[in-house]
T-cell receptor
């Protein structure tokens, strides 16, 4: 079974600090996505990474796809309370079905 | 929210009763999906549709059926609700497949 393991499960930090969350697998994926989900809402797509070693930036968020396309990281610089939410990674498995990680719940303290 | 509406937003029902959740889109997207989200499991695909009257099973389809008689509507039916089907259900739409989907706001279903 192909799995996406996200770590940490929970993270609570002060406003202004930097943080990194991870999405790891033993499987190779052709692409990987990151979503953010706020309470009471559906997930919203943040980015798609498709090339090994690729780095994408979205304002204070930096996404990296591992060279071997098995893992990805999301780094947030100078976290703000608006970054609070559940961060999910997702990818297509070998059966062409989408799988999601269980998510990292991030809480930024003002 | 990309023209996607789920109804109802909240529902409490009794074990053994039938329940139908509706997903309505105004984007004319080809693909529609139903997911459930549970603590400790994340998002899991229940069923999806790739066109009118074309549907297929996802990872956790047992106990659920779907229908899509029009492009804009995708219905999820629990024929006989069980407590294990208490969850938050999300509909998603896409023109390019599941990795490019827009999600609805969810339906919180409680089976008592």
């Amino acid at each position: 079974t192909q799995l996406l393991e996200q770590s940490p499960q929970f993270l609570s930090i002060q406003e202004g600090e930097n943080l990194t969350v991870y999405c790891n697998s033993s499987s190779v994926f052709s692409s990987l996505q990151w979503y953010r989900q706020e309470p009471g809402e559906g997930p919203v797509l943040l980015v798609t990474v498709v090339t090994g070693g690729e780095v994408k930036k979205l304002k204070r968020l930096t996404f990296q796809f591992g060279d071997a396309r098995k893992d990805s990281s999301l780094h947030i610089t100078a976290a703000q309370p608006g970054d609070t939410g559940l961060y999910l990674c997702a990818a297509m498995n070998r059966d062409d079905k989408i799988i999601f990680g269980k998510g990292t719940r991030l809480h930024i303290l003002p | 929210d990309a023209g996607i509406t789920q109804s109802p937003r909240h529902k409490v029902t009794e074990t053994g009763t039938p329940v139908t959740l509706r997903c309505h889109q105004t984007e004319n997207h080809r693909y529609m999906y139903w997911y459930r989200q549970d603590p400790g499991h994340g998002l899991r695909l229940i069923h999806y549709s790739y066109g009118v009257k074309d549907t297929d099973k996802g990872e956790v389809s047992d106990g659920y059926s779907v229908s899509r008689s029009k492009t804009e509507d995708f219905l999820l039916t629990l024929e006989s609700a069980t407590s294990s089907q208490t969850s938050v259900y999300f509909c998603a739409i896409s023109d390019w497949g599941p990795l490019w989907a827009f999600f609805g706001q969810g339906t919180r279903l409680t089976v008592v």
